[in-house]
């Protein structure tokens, strides 16, 4: 089993949809949670970092942790066709190792 | 948040030889990483540099196949030795900052023939 499981997608919505993008996770020791955002070619781009259950906000998109079912979530409202790209979440316990997720492709439609 | 660089983007070489890729930050960082990205799988970590000490490799890995310099906190490179078609991969560095947030390169994207 991996450490960090996520939905491969392709998910395509069309522009205005609210996206949700799910991880879950089995390493209980996971204490940090991110969310980074991939364009096609380019390398990733933080776009969340949380440490804590309970949903963080930064414009658009919404970063939800819940350590209990060790799910991890990102919602992203009025997406748009520039947000169409490869969505990696990441966990970290704390000694400085990432897992990654192997990341949903998000396509929005115009 | 820094700002990294990767040489070269992209390359395409012969089974058999090797590819020294060069990640260079715009600030000094103690932390780097190198991480291979296939595709349909997850980023996987190479090693961590730092710098004045022997890289660590992860299970998987090794210094004879990933050998890895870190002569200064602006600089690393990862050498891809006596390559084969398997290896071809995106190869990212990436670096930490004081807030423990991992910060990646734009990728070098290897193909082997």
């Known amino acids: 089993q991996k450490e960090v499981e996520q939905d491969p997608g392709p998910l395509s919505v069309p522009e205005g949809a609210i996206v949700s993008l799910n991880c879950t996770y089995s390493n209980s020791a996971f204490q940090y949670f991110m969310w980074y955002r991939q364009y096609s070619r380019k390398g990733p781009e933080l776009l969340m970092y949380t440490y804590s259950s309970g949903n963080k906000e930064d414009g658009r998109f919404t970063a939800q942790v819940d350590k209990s079912s060790k799910y991890i979530s990102l919602f992203i409202r009025d997406s748009q066709p520039s947000d169409s790209a490869t969505y990696l979440c990441a966990s970290e316990a704390g000694y400085q190792k990432v897992t990654f997720g192997t990341g949903t492709k998000l396509q929005v439609i115009p | 948040s820094a700002v990294i660089s990767q040489k070269p983007s992209r390359d395409i070489c012969q089974r058999g030889t090797s590819l020294t890729i060069q990640c260079q930050v715009d600030?000094?960082?103690?932390?780097m990483f190198w991480y291979r990205q296939q595709p349909g799988q997850s980023l996987t970590l190479i090693a961590t540099?730092?710098?004045?000490?022997?890289?660590?490799?992860e299970s998987g890995f090794v210094i004879d196949k990933f050998p890895i310099s870190r002569p200064n906190l602006t600089f690393s490179t990862l050498t891809v030795s006596n390559m084969s078609p398997e290896d071809s991969s995106i190869y990212l560095c990436?670096?930490?900052?004081?807030?423990?947030?991992?910060?990646f390169g734009p990728g070098t994207r290897l193909t082997v023939l």
């Open positions: 540099a730092n710098q004045g000490s022997e890289a660590t490799y």
């Open positions: 600030s000094q960082v103690t932390m």
């Open positions: 990436s670096v930490e900052d004081r807030a423990d947030t991992q910060y």
